[in-house]
């Protein structure tokens, strides 16, 4: 069973960084595509960023040349690093391994950008 717990969450200020981490478990992480979405309150979850087995990457519009999605193989763990965060990103960030047939999420974190 895929299992995806997240951490790094909290609350900053505007122009502040954050950097979020997945640890996958349960699945073979190194072939797996890899995504952060959020969801706002009173909005739909939306895709933030993508992450193939082979590195590329894409990225919401909305957050090009700020965050910054990685992964560590070895360790199983999917980073995503924003920096210069916006009021407009404040959400609960998850964590997701896409699938046709049986998508995995973690049960995501809480990220605030507040003055």
């Known amino acids: 069973q895929v299992r995806l717990v997240e951490s790094g969450g909290g609350s900053v200020q505007p122009g502040g960084s954050l950097r979020l981490s997945c640890k996958a478990s349960?699945?073979?992480?190194?072939?797996?595509?890899m995504a952060w979405h959020r969801q706002a309150p009173g909005k739909q979850r939306e895709l933030v960023a993508q992450?193939?087995?082979?590195?590329?990457?894409d990225y919401a519009d909305s957050v090009k040349g700020r965050f910054t999605i990685s992964r560590d193989n070895a360790r199983r763990t999917l980073y995503l690093q924003m920096n210069n965060l916006e009021p407009e990103d404040t959400a609960v960030y998850y964590c997701?391994?896409?699938?046709?047939?049986?998508?995995?999420w973690g049960q995501g974190t809480q990220v605030t950008v507040s003055s």
């Open positions: 992450i193939a087995s082979s590195g590329n990457t």
């Open positions: 349960g699945t073979n992480f190194a072939i797996s595509t």
């Open positions: 997701n391994r896409p699938s046709p047939t049986s998508p995995a």
